[in-house]
């Protein structure tokens, strides 16, 4: 049983966190891709080592871990909880004014600046929300709660852990990461240093989200070589690679295949970025399935679109190369239902619903499971993340923590 009588920190710790700019950078070379990342991070450090975690630490690449001791004689598997320090580079993450909106009765929510609307008919799970207090940004920033929730949340259920012997449990593990918005999050993280058998991130979106299943993904770095000449000059001598790219993008199919066209199941193809001069023309182009087969089938449909684009421009050239990302973390964790399962016993056990849910998206998990840790991903409660309009609400941020004491509360009853 949860103490009703608790006074829950995670909401005052969540304004606190998002009032730090972490935004990660794409274009850097560095790990972690930005600096500022770590000024959350020292933080979160010096919170953990108050409520008595005494091995937090950050290492040098930026991860803040620690571990909460366990309190029972049983043998329990050593489980992990992790969230993500960045914000996405899409949307401006500094200064950050975030806003509480009390007592929500429905309808749009307006922001002050710029403006920002929350719609009521673009946000399905407002409908849920009716008497609860969501957080937003003033609508000039994303507000972070992607994953900042899920960062005050995991700092929440420490303190309750820490503070409540009665809850019995194992070894817990904790851990902050970096550039997870940038596909990075897992490139320095060692699995036999952490010390879990088992992990969740904290990093979903609709109270009751359980989520066990991502996207495979792999990305096409595709390069349009054309020839660049002195405009003045350039008659029957040009071939602007600008120009071939434009024709490849527009014989990319419209009403199938990309991401304004497809849910569920359906898997896209995406053109991420271009850059270019007459020369060298780069796009960047991100493919996502939940069956691994057909990323292949997309990114020969890519290959044979190029081909004949070049075709149309004598003399063009093109280069073509395609990297793995991360697959479907179904295929570990159906060898591990338990690690799914006792997520979902959680959710029941404190009267949520259960929301088996696959991700039109990658988490740490993905990359996680298949490097030898588990690691399914449960709700935070962020919803419209990476935009202006982003917001999460106060009571289902209370409801996370609950569900991450209940976790490791049932993992060492089952024990």
């Keep these: 049983m949860f103490d009703q009588k608790y006074k829950f920190t995670c909401v005052d710790r969540f304004l606190k966190y998002v009032t730090i700019d972490t935004q990660s950078d794409e274009n850097s070379t560095s790990f972690p891709s930005t600096e500022k990342q770590k000024d959350l991070s020292r933080l979160l450090v010096e919170e953990l080592l108050a409520l008595g ?3 937090a630490a950050m290492d040098e690449w930026g991860y803040v871990t620690g571990t909460v001791p366990g309190n029972t004689t049983k043998n329990v598997p050593v489980i992990g909880f992790i969230s993500h320090v960045d914000t996405s580079p899409a949307v401006s993450g500094a200064n950050v004014k975030p806003m509480i909106h009390k007592n929500y009765q429905g309808g749009d929510i307006p922001l002050p600046m710029d403006g920002q609307v929350i719609r009521a ?26 994953n900042k929730a899920g960062v005050a949340e995991i700092m929440d259920a420490v303190k309750y852990l820490m503070t409540h012997p009665e809850v019995k449990h194992g070894d817990i593990k904790i851990c902050f990461t970096p550039d997870e918005e940038i596909g990075k999050g897992t490139f320095k993280f ?8 088992y992990a969740y991130t904290v990093d979903g979106q609709t109270r009751g989200e359980v989520e066990s299943e991502t996207f495979s993904a792999d990305m096409v770095t595709l390069k349009f070589i054309g020839r660049n000449i002195h405009p003045g000059y350039a008659k029957g001598k040009m071939i602007n690679s600008m120009k071939i790219a434009a024709r490849f993008i527009e014989s990319l199919p419209k009403d199938r295949l990309s991401p304004e ?10 053109v991420v970025t271009i850059e270019g001069t007459e020369e060298v023309t780069t796009l960047r182009i991100i493919i996502r399935d939940f069956i691994d087969e057909k990323l292949k089938e997309y990114e020969d449909m890519l290959q044979a679109l190029a ?14 190369k395609i990297h793995e990302q991360y697959r479907n973390m179904r295929y570990i964790l159906k060898d591990h239902p338990q690690v799914t399962d006792y997520a979902v016993d959680a959710m029941k056990a404190l009267n949520i619903e259960p929301r088996m849910m696959p991700i039109r998206g990658g988490t740490d998990g993905s990359r996680l499971s298949f490097m030898g840790l588990p690691t399914p991903n449960i709700f935070a409660g962020e919803h ?17 923590v609950r569900v991450i004491v209940k976790i490791a509360q049932i993992w060492e009853e089952r024990s």
Excluded at 121 to 141: A, Q, R, V, Y
Excluded at 190 to 197: E, I, L, R, S
Excluded at 384 to 400: C, G, L, P, R
């Design 53 to 55: 975690v005494k091995d």
């Design 307 to 320: 081909e004949s684009t070049i075709a149309q421009f004598p003399g063009a050239r093109m280069d073509f």
């Design 190 to 197: 060692d699995v036999k240093k952490f010390g879990a058998q």
């Design 384 to 400: 419209s993340f990476h935009s202006k309009t982003e917001w999460v609400a106060i009571q289902d941020m209370e409801m996370a």
């Design 261 to 270: 066209t497809t849910e569920g199941r359906e898997g896209y193809v995406h």
């Design 121 to 146: 008919e673009d946000n399905e799970d407002l409908k849920t929300m009716i008497g609860f207090d969501i957080i937003t940004s003033d609508g000039s920033t994303l507000l972070g709660a992607d």
